[in-house]
């Protein structure tokens, strides 16, 4: 990315300290948590050797968007969380981790269990870049005389538009989904199965389509159109009611910036400045709403002292109705709620304690019964039921009845569930480059659009670090996912037949 900075001194300068401010806090963080691990610490050092690492794995030139996404996805997951826990908090990790009695020898056994998922998922990482496959150093730009952007621009970001606060406002008024929340009536599956997609990604996936298409026939990239991009995950994530926005937004600001690499077409400093700018400022207003949504109305939020009070006053006076009024929110509330979120909400090492804690348990047979959980809104889940977590969502679940969250083990705590080190490094490795190719379709079916391929890559990414409830419904998200790239593939020979013939 530096190539963004070298045009100008200044930029470049800033950039080069930018570096050395990460560099500098990676130290930092890094010997607080040195001091504060209570086990081995060569366990620790290696274990932030191999975390820090992905970083650059992350970055490096011939990485895929699944590897980039899932990368940082599990260094904040993983060491960032334990580091900043064990460092700067009590020490007790407020996520939940069952039975984890803080000893020695399970600080250990977390650490290594967790090195061999890092290390299995770089590895595959490196293996496919060696021996299967990369993206082209550069990409040839589609001649295209003609396409459906003939019927104009404004109009079709206008019908983009619409559609973003159609969805979003049906969702949000009928919560047909939402996270954390039961639907309050049933559904046809297909129109429930629609919005679901349209919101976690189908949405977006019009849009990187739009963009792509829109650069084709304009050769340029409108700052309008990432805008709009940005504004529908902004939606989106309203509507459900997730604090999850960034990810498909940054997904499709960071395959425009390589789709323009690989094309000669560079955008300037200032277009992903604003960019960034406009996610960020959109991320803090949807965070903060959801946030009071959320705390008002059915979630505990940060700390179940609110849930409890108002579960005791229930009790005490049955009629008792729940008044806003009974939690209210200040800006700096709201500022420690995301603090909060920031460094407790990562999925990754707290499920891997939970895990190690009742390793009497594991082995094949286990893994395989966790693929036979069925949904059952009224009861834990397969993984809180057997680790001990069940109680974590009680006091939201006796205050609201369409209350269902869940707690997940994540897919390295999911795959320690064999309760072998070399399992657990072959289910890593293999479902990387299952999800390499993925993208490799996303990119190939789509004529070469990386800012599609991008979103993909994220979702994949997003899904395996939360991965752990409903196993055996992984056909679902990932079926979605292969049917999306096969409409956009039928999509492009329609449009390449009826629209960009050379006149």
Same mark, same amino acid.
């Given at each position: 990315m530096?190539?963004?900075?070298?045009?100008?001194?200044?930029?470049?300068?800033?950039?080069?300290?930018?570096?050395?401010?990460?560099?500098?806090?990676?130290?930092?963080?890094?010997?607080?948590?040195?001091?504060?691990?209570?086990?081995?610490?060569?366990?620790?050092?290696?274990?932030?050797?191999?975390?820090?690492?992905?970083?650059?794995?992350?970055?490096?030139?011939?990485?895929?968007?699944?590897? !980039?996404?899932?990368?940082?996805?599990?260094?904040?997951?993983?060491?960032?969380?334990? !580091?900043?826990?064990?460092?700067?908090?009590?020490?007790?990790?407020?996520?939940?981790?069952?039975?984890?009695?803080?000893?020695?020898?399970?600080?250990?056994?977390?650490?290594?269990?967790?090195?061999?998922?890092?290390?299995?998922?770089?590895?595959?990482?490196?293996?496919?870049?060696?021996?299967?496959?990369?993206?082209?150093?550069?990409?040839?730009?589609?001649?295209?005389?003609?396409?459906?952007?003939?019927?104009?621009?404004?109009?079709?970001?206008?019908?983009?538009?619409?559609?973003?606060?159609?969805?979003?406002?049906?969702?949000?008024?009928?919560?047909?989904?939402?996270?954390?929340?039961?639907?309050?009536?049933?559904?046809?599956?297909?129109?429930?199965?629609?919005?679901?997609?349209?919101?976690?990604?189908?949405?977006?996936?019009?849009?990187?389509?739009?963009?792509?298409?829109?650069?084709?026939?304009?050769?340029?990239?409108?700052? !309008?159109?990432?805008?709009?991009?940005?504004?529908?995950?902004?939606?989106?994530?309203?509507?459900?009611?997730?604090?999850?926005?960034?990810?498909?937004?940054?997904?499709?600001i960071y395959g425009i910036y390589k789709f323009s690499n690989k094309i000669n077409k560079r955008n300037n400093f200032g277009y992903y400045l604003k960019s960034i700018f406009f996610i960020f400022i959109f991320f803090y207003i949807s965070v903060s709403s959801v946030n009071y949504i959320r705390s008002n109305y059915f979630y505990v939020g940060k700390s179940s002292e609110f849930s409890i009070e108002l579960l005791t006053k229930k009790k005490e006076t049955p009629n008792y109705e729940i008044d806003i009024k009974d939690k209210p929110i200040t800006f700096e509330k709201n500022n420690s709620e995301i603090f909060y979120l920031l460094i407790n909400r990562w999925v990754g090492i707290d499920g891997v304690m939970s895990v190690v804690s009742k390793k009497e348990l594991l082995n094949i047979q286990f893994l395989l019964s966790a693929f036979e959980e069925r949904a059952k809104p009224d009861a834990p889940t397969f993984y809180e039921l057997t680790f001990e977590l069940e109680s974590m969502n009680s006091s939201s679940a006796n205050l609201y009845e369409n209350v269902k969250g869940n707690t997940l083990p994540g897919i390295i705590a999911f795959s320690y569930y064999s309760g072998s080190y070399f399992v657990l490094f072959l289910i890593i490795f293999f479902i990387s480059i299952l999800a390499s190719y993925i993208e490799l379709a996303a990119f190939k079916f789509s004529s070469k659009n990386m800012i599609f391929s991008a979103l993909i890559g994220q979702v994949i990414a997003f899904r395996f670090i939360h991965f752990g409830y409903l196993p055996h419904q992984s056909y679902l998200l990932f079926g979605t996912i292969i049917l999306t790239i096969i409409i956009i593939f039928i999509l492009n020979i329609f449009l390449k037949k009826n629209f960009f013939q050379k006149k």
């Open positions: 530096s190539h963004l900075f070298k045009a100008n001194k200044e930029l470049l300068f800033i950039y080069k300290l930018i570096k050395i401010f990460i560099i500098f806090l990676l130290i930092v963080l890094f010997y607080y948590g040195f001091q504060s691990y209570t086990g081995n610490k060569f366990l620790y050092l290696f274990f932030s050797i191999i975390s820090n690492y992905l970083i650059f794995f992350a970055f490096r030139k011939k990485a895929i968007f699944f590897e !980039t996404f899932l990368s940082l996805l599990l260094w904040l997951g993983f060491w960032f969380k334990f !580091t900043c826990t064990i460092s700067f908090t009590s020490g007790n990790f407020k996520e939940g981790v069952g039975l984890f009695d803080y000893s020695k020898l399970l600080f250990n056994e977390s650490l290594i269990v967790s090195t061999i998922g890092l290390v299995a998922f770089i590895f595959s990482g490196h293996f496919r870049e060696i021996f299967l496959f990369n993206y082209p150093n550069k990409l040839e730009r589609i001649n295209l005389k003609n396409n459906f952007f003939l019927f104009g621009q404004k109009k079709i970001w206008l019908i983009f538009f619409i559609s973003i606060l159609v969805v979003g406002i049906l969702n949000f008024h009928f919560k047909i989904y939402q996270k954390g929340l039961l639907p309050i009536s049933e559904l046809n599956f297909l129109i429930s199965g629609s919005f679901k997609w349209l919101l976690l990604f189908g949405l977006s996936s019009i849009s990187a389509l739009l963009i792509f298409y829109e650069f084709n026939f304009f050769r340029k990239f409108f700052l !309008t159109s990432s805008f709009l991009a940005i504004f529908e995950t902004f939606i989106s994530s309203f509507s459900m009611l997730s604090r999850g926005m960034i990810f498909n937004s940054l997904a499709i």
